[in-house]
C-alpha cells in the first residue's frame, strides 16, 4: 500500500480509502488480505475524518466570529 497514513492528505487518504473499498467490493482477495485491507481502510477513514473535523471546527469558529 501507499504512504504512512499519518503523512497523507485528505485527497490521497479519500482515494486510497474508495480503492480500499472496490477491492474489498470486487470480494477477490482472501480473508486475510480482505481483513488487511478492511483494518487498513478503517485507519484511512479515521484519518479523513480528523481532518474534517478539524474544519468544521474551524468553520464553527469563523461563525461565531461572524456573530
Given amino acids: 500500500m501507499s504512504k504512512e497514513i499519518a503523512?497523507?492528505?485528505y485527497e490521497e487518504a479519500r482515494?486510497?480509502?474508495q480503492?480500499?473499498?472496490?477491492?474489498?467490493?470486487?470480494?477477490?482477495?482472501?480473508l486475510e488480505a480482505s481483513m488487511a485491507?478492511?483494518?487498513?481502510?478503517?485507519?484511512?477513514?479515521?484519518?479523513?475524518?480528523s481532518f474534517l473535523a478539524g474544519a468544521r471546527k474551524k468553520l464553527d469558529g469563523a461563525a461565531k466570529e461572524e456573530n
Fill in 7 to 9: 503523512k497523507l492528505s
Fill in 15 to 17: 482515494d486510497e480509502l
Fill in 19 to 30: 480503492s480500499v473499498v472496490s477491492q474489498l467490493e470486487q470480494q477477490n482477495v482472501s
Fill in 37 to 49: 485491507l478492511w483494518e487498513r481502510g478503517e485507519a484511512l477513514a479515521s484519518h479523513c475524518e
